[in-house]
């Protein structure tokens, strides 16, 4: 189970440092292909407020890396925890608010990676 949890988490950083790519260096480019809902021209205006999203998703993204580096399997544990919450959170908030995709891209990821460092259990 520690190593499906250990997958499961880098996916989910990985996503997260796509997600940073796109809204912060891609948003007229890439973000266009993928949010398809959004008139065209609205873009070019709303490359700052992507870039800023794209930076918070950025952190989410160090913190899971964060926790592969940490020697100390409880302090990595719970470091982990709390971004993957932190994801789920991003998720959730944005499933109700912008788009109900973001549930099943963001947080349902970061859900089964929870579970799976839940039941990996290292630290006890």
Known sequence: MFILAQLLTALVAIEHLYILWMEMFAWETAGKKTFKTLPPELFKPTKGLAANQGLYNGFL???????????????MENVRIFFLACVIAAGIFGAVTASKKIFFVQALPAILALIAVLLAGVSK
């Open 61 to 75: 993204a160090a913190g899971l890396i964060w926790s592969f580096l940490i020697s100390d399997v409880q302090w």
